[in-house]
């Protein structure tokens, strides 16, 4: 890599922290090349990225973004993803680090609060904001489904006993 390339990554990363809803960090070594694309495609499908940095660069992105704190975490083979989403990358990265003990979670950020390892495993158990989004247009439509209901309910009833007085009219 050279300077050029260098000065381009560290100005991408920097970028993708300051936007990034959350940040994670996690341990990789002994992964599969195939079990690393796995992890970037289920990374991409939520909405997040995983990349792979020197960690130098990595730390020289960070300063001067709400997630500096994490700086101490860059030692060893480590690996950085990251969402707009708060949710979608620690979510992503602690199930597959469930299924595959190679990738150790190690901690992250959430803005400039600084997440150690269990915190972003908590962060991983929240729901989505999709699915909070879906539990609130739920909760908005549900009481104007019911106040529906109970109003056409004595309009069927009348209409009911109507239709029972002309049948019993009919039979006479």
Same mark, same amino acid.
Do not use: C, W
């Given at each position: ?6 000065r ?9 922290f ?16 195939a079990?690393?694309n ?14 792979v ?27 950085v993803?990251?969402?707009? *989403?708060? %949710?979608? $990358? ?11 003990? /190679? !990738? =150790?979670? &190690? ?10 390892? *269990?915190? %972003?495993? $908590? ?11 879906? /539990? !609130? =247009?739920? &909760? ?14 004595? $309009?069927?009833a ?9 049948r ?5």
């Amino acid at each position: 890599m050279d300077r050029a390339e260098k000065r381009e990554l560290v100005t991408g990363l920097n970028d993708a922290f300051k936007g990034a809803g959350s940040v994670v960090v996690a341990h990789y070594a002994g992964i599969t090349v195939a079990q690393m694309n796995d992890l970037r495609v289920k990374m991409g499908q939520a909405g997040g990225t995983v990349k792979v940095a020197k960690n130098r660069l990595a730390k020289i992105a960070l300063q001067g973004t709400g997630s500096e704190g994490i700086i101490d975490l860059f030692k060893g083979q480590t690996l950085v993803a990251y969402s707009d *989403d708060p %949710v979608a $990358a620690p979510k992503v990265a602690s199930d597959f680090a469930k299924g595959n003990d /190679k !990738l =150790v979670i &190690l901690g992250g950020a959430m803005g400039s609060t600084t997440l150690d390892a *269990d915190g %972003v495993k $908590a962060l991983a158990t929240l729901p989505s904001l999709d699915e909070l989004r879906g /539990k !609130l =247009v739920g &909760l908005i439509v549900a009481p104007a489904t019911k106040i529906a209901q109970i109003v056409n309910a004595p $309009a069927g009833a009348v209409a009911r006993v109507i239709g029972a007085y002309a049948r019993e009219n009919e039979a006479a």
